[in-house]
C-alpha cells in the first residue's frame, strides 16, 4: 500500500500499534515480524491473515490450549547447522529437539475436527511434516540433560569405563592419605580441593616439607599448602589422559551428530519459521483481546462501513483511566465517498478522522480492528495524509504553501482506490480565497471518485457538500448547555461552530458579542444560527428516540417474561398431568402384581383340595379376589360422581336437609330424626342411619359457559 507523507503512519500511530504488538511477542522471529509489519493491497493475503488472527483469538477466549508454549530464539544454531563442519553443543542440540518436539505437539494438535475449524491456523503447517528422525538422530546421542550418553559409541564406553575405574582408585588411596594425615594433625581445615585438575590435599604450610609431593599453590594467607601426594600423581595423570580421550570422543560424537542435523536443515528452519510465526498470530489476538478487536467482513471494491468504530489507542487510554469512549459509525461509498466533518474545536473531528485511518491501516496489516463485526471495510491502494501544521523549514515554506503542495499531489495522484484525510481544509489563509480554493479541491477529489475525510469550519463547504454529487455532511455533537462535546458523529448534516454561544456561556460582554454580530456577513450568521438550533433539535430528537426504545426495550421484556411464564405454567401443567398418569399406571401395576400372587397361590390351593368341599372355599376366595376389584371400581365412580355433582355445607342436620350418607355416599332427603339416628328418603326407599353419619350438602352451582 502507498502512503503520503512518508510520515503518514506516525501521524495515525500506527507505530503506536506495532510497539503494543512487540509486547505480546515472545520470540526472536515474532517480534521481527511485528517490526516489518507492512500494508498489504491484496484481500486473499489480509483475509488469510485476519481469519489467523481471528482463530487464535477464539482458542484464548474457549480456553483450548494451542502448543506452542517454547520460547525458541535458535538463530545460532541453525545457522551452525548451515556451516560445513561446525559442532553443536549438548545444550544448542537438545535446543533442536525442543524445536522439533514443538513442531509434533503442534502437528498432533490439528486433528481432523481442528483442521476443518482452525483453517486459517492450519494453513501454516499444511506445506510441512513432522520428521521424527531428528529426536532418534538426538536421543541415541544425548540424554535429558544433554550429555553424551555412554553407549553412544564403543570407544567412548571404554573410556568412561577406564575412567570410572580410575576415580575409584584414586578415591580410595586419597582417603587412606587422609586417614594418615589425619593423624599427624598436618590437615588444614578445608583438607582437600581441585588444582588444574588435580586433587590435592590442603596442609599447613609449615608441615608442606614433611610430605612427598608436588606443590600446586598456596591459599592467600600463605597459611595453607596444595600438594599432590606422590602417591596419587601416577593415578592423576592417567585420569587426565583419559578425560582428554573423553573430550576427543564426544567432540567427534558431537560433531558427526550435527553433521547428520544438517541433512534437515531446510526442515528445521521451517520449523522455526512456524514456531515465530504462531508467535506472531499470537500476539495479534492478544492485542485483539486489549482493544476489543474483531474480524469485519471484507469487500473488493473501495468501501467504509464502520459501526461502533473505537481509536483503538484511545480506547485502552480511557479503560485504564476508567473513562467511556464514544464510538464512530459511519458509511463511505460510490455515492457517497467523501465525508466533510464540521463542527466546534475539541469536538472531536480530528480523532473521529484519525480513528477512520488507523483503523485501514490496522485492517490493511491483518490487524483484527476494535469494530463492530457487522463491519464492512474495503482494500485501498493508497493512503493520503493531511494532518496539523505542516510546515517545511527545509524548502522555506509556509504553512499555507506546504498546504497547497500537499493538496497539488492529492489531485493529481488521486483515483477510486485512495483514501485521503485532510484536516481542517483551506485554513492558514484568507477564509474567504482559502475556502474558494478547499472547494476547488473538493470537487476535483469527488471527480476522481476517491474516498475521504475532510474536517472544516468553512460555511461554503458544509454547503457544497449538498449540491456536489459524493459529498455528504457530517458534524460532531456539542451540548450546548453545558458547552462540553459530545465526541458523537452526526451523518447528513452540517455543524455550528458554536462561536457566539461558547462567548455567551463563558460570560463575555454582551455588547462585544454584539458588535462582532454586526461585522458577520448576515447570511453568515443566520446559517451558523440555523445550525446551531438544527443540531439542538436533532439531540432532542435523537434523546425522545432513546427513550421510546427504552420503552420499546421495556414492553419486549415484559412480552419475554410473560411467555416464559406461560410456557412454565404449560411445562407445569403437562408435568403434574403425566406424574398423575404414572401413578395411576404404577398402582394398577402394584395391583396386578399383587393379583398375580394371589391367583398362583389359589391354583396352587386348587391342585392341593383332596375334594368338593375345599375346592368350593377355592373358588370362593377367587370369586372375592377377582370381583372386589370391580366393585371397589363402582364405588370410586360413584363417589367421584357424588363429589363432582355436591359440595358440603357443614352445619347440623336437620329434617328437610339435603344429606349424604358417609358409609355409601348416597344422597337423600332426611324426612325425620329419632333420637340419635334419622331417617332418609332414597328415591322411594327410607332408610335408617345413624346421625353422625350424615353431612348435609347442597348441590355445586353450574359453571358458565364460555
Not at 506546504?402 to 485512495?418: D, P, V
Not at 489563509?429 to 480554493?437: E, I, K, R
Request: hydrophobic share 40%; glycine share 6%.
Amino acid at each position: 500500500m502507498k502512503y503520503f507523507p512518508e510520515s503518514a503512519l506516525v501521524q495515525l500511530e500506527f507505530d503506536k500499534i506495532q510497539a503494543l504488538l512487540q509486547d505480546h511477542c515472545k520470540t526472536e522471529l515474532g517480534t521481527q515480524m511485528a517490526i516489518d509489519l507492512r500494508l498489504h493491497t491484496h484481500i486473499d493475503y489480509v483475509k488469510a491473515a485476519l481469519q489467523q488472527a481471528h482463530e487464535y483469538k477464539q482458542l484464548i477466549l474457549l480456553q483450548e490450549h494451542f502448543p506452542n508454549d517454547h520460547v525458541l530464539n535458535l538463530h545460532t544454531e541453525l545457522r551452525l547447522l548451515s556451516i560445513q563442519g561446525a559442532v553443536l553443543t549438548g545444550d544448542q542440540a537438545m535446543s533442536i529437539r525442543k524445536l522439533a518436539e514443538s513442531m509434533h505437539s503442534i502437528v498432533r494438535f490439528f486433528d481432523h475436527d481442528r483442521r476443518i475449524q482452525y483453517s486459517g491456523l492450519y494453513d501454516v503447517i499444511k506445506d510441512t511434516y513432522y520428521e521424527k528422525k531428528i529426536t532418534a538422530l538426538i536421543d541415541e546421542v544425548l540424554d535429558e540433560t544433554g550429555q553424551v550418553r555412554d553407549n553412544a559409541s564403543p570407544e567412548l564406553a571404554k573410556i568412561r569405563i577406564s575412567l570410572f575405574r580410575k576415580r575409584t582408585e584414586l578415591r580410595r588411596v586419597f582417603d587412606r592419605i587422609l586417614q594418615k594425615l589425619q593423624k599427624l594433625n598436618y590437615l588444614a581445615d578445608q583438607e582437600e580441593a581441585f588444582l588444574n585438575g588435580r586433587r590435592v590435599v590442603a596442609i599447613y604450610a609449615e608441615n608442606k616439607r614433611m610430605i612427598k609431593g608436588i606443590i600446586h599453590g598456596e591459599s592467600d594467607t600463605r597459611k595453607t599448602a596444595f600438594l599432590e601426594p606422590e602417591e596419587t600423581i601416577e593415578l592423576n595423570n592417567d585420569i587426565q589422559s583419559l578425560e582428554r580421550e573423553e573430550g576427543r570422543e564426544v567432540y567427534r560424537i558431537l560433531k558427526a551428530l550435527t553433521g547428520s542435523l544438517s541433512g534437515y536443515n531446510e526442515l528445521l528452519n521451517g520449523y522455526y519459521q512456524i514456531l515465530g510465526t504462531y508467535d506472531f498470530i499470537r500476539a495479534k489476538a492478544k492485542l485483539a483481546l486489549d482493544m476489543d478487536g474483531n474480524y469485519p467482513s471484507l469487500v473488493p471494491h473501495a468501501q467504509l462501513h464502520l459501526i461502533q468504530a473505537y481509536h483503538p489507542l484511545l480506547l485502552l487510554y480511557n479503560r485504564k483511566n476508567s473513562k467511556p469512549t464514544v464510538p464512530v459509525s459511519i458509511s463511505l461509498d460510490k455515492d457517497a465517498h467523501i465525508l466533510v466533518i464540521s463542527g466546534p474545536n475539541a469536538g472531536g473531528k480530528t480523532v473521529t478522522l484519525k480513528t477512520i485511518g488507523l483503523i485501514q491501516l490496522m485492517l490493511q496489516s491483518g490487524l483484527l480492528v476494535p469494530v463492530h463485526p457487522s463491519s464492512q471495510l474495503g482494500i485501498f491502494k493508497q493512503l493520503m495524509i493531511h494532518i496539523g501544521d505542516t510546515q517545511s523549514l527545509e524548502f522555506e515554506l509556509s504553512t499555507y504553501s506546504s498546504h497547497l503542495k500537499n493538496m497539488k499531489y492529492f489531485m493529481e495522484t488521486a483515483n477510486g482506490r485512495t483514501l485521503f484525510f485532510i484536516d481542517e481544509l483551506g485554513s492558514g489563509s484568507d477564509p474567504n480565497l482559502g475556502g474558494a480554493f478547499a472547494e476547488v479541491i473538493m470537487e476535483e477529489l469527488a471527480k476522481k471518485h476517491a474516498f475521504g475525510v475532510v474536517t472544516t469550519h468553512y460555511l461554503n463547504l458544509k454547503v457544497m457538500a449538498n449540491k456536489v454529487k459524493g459529498i455528504i455532511n457530517g458534524a460532531m455533537g456539542f451540548n450546548e448547555e453545558t458547552l462540553m462535546p459530545m465526541y458523537k458523529l452526526m451523518i447528513g448534516k452540517p455543524g455550528s461552530s458554536y462561536t457566539f454561544s461558547i462567548a455567551e456561556r463563558i460570560g463575555l460582554n454582551p455588547a462585544l458579542i454584539a458588535r462582532a454580530k454586526k461585522l458577520v456577513d448576515e447570511g453568515h450568521f443566520q446559517l451558523d444560527k440555523l445550525l446551531n438550533k438544527a443540531e439542538q433539535d436533532l439531540q432532542k430528537v435523537e434523546s425522545k428516540e432513546k427513550e421510546l426504545q427504552k420503552l420499546v426495550k421495556e414492553n419486549e421484556k415484559l412480552k419475554r417474561e410473560y411467555e416464559i411464564l406461560s410456557d412454565k405454567e404449560k411445562k407445569h401443567q403437562q408435568i403434574t398431568f403425566l406424574k398423575l398418569q404414572n401413578q395411576i399406571k404404577e398402582n394398577d401395576l402394584a395391583y396386578l402384581k399383587d393379583m398375580e400372587r394371589k391367583l398362583k397361590q389359589i391354583v396352587v390351593e386348587w391342585k392341593r383340595a383332596s375334594d368338593s368341599n375345599d375346592r368350593e372355599k377355592v373358588m370362593k376366595q377367587a370369586e372375592i379376589l377377582l370381583f372386589r376389584r370391580r366393585e371397589k371400581q363402582i364405588n370410586e365412580k360413584h363417589n367421584k360422581k357424588v363429589q363432582d355433582k355436591f359440595e358440603e355445607v357443614g352445619r347440623e342436620v336437620k329434617v328437610g336437609d339435603q344429606v349424604k350418607i358417609l358409609t355409601n355416599r348416597q344422597v337423600g332427603r332426611l324426612i325425620e330424626i329419632r333420637e340419635k339416628r334419622g331417617i332418609v328418603q332414597l328415591g322411594n326407599i327410607p332408610i335408617n342411619v345413624k346421625l353422625s353419619d350424615l353431612v348435609v350438602v347442597r348441590e355445586k352451582p353450574a359453571e358458565p359457559v364460555d
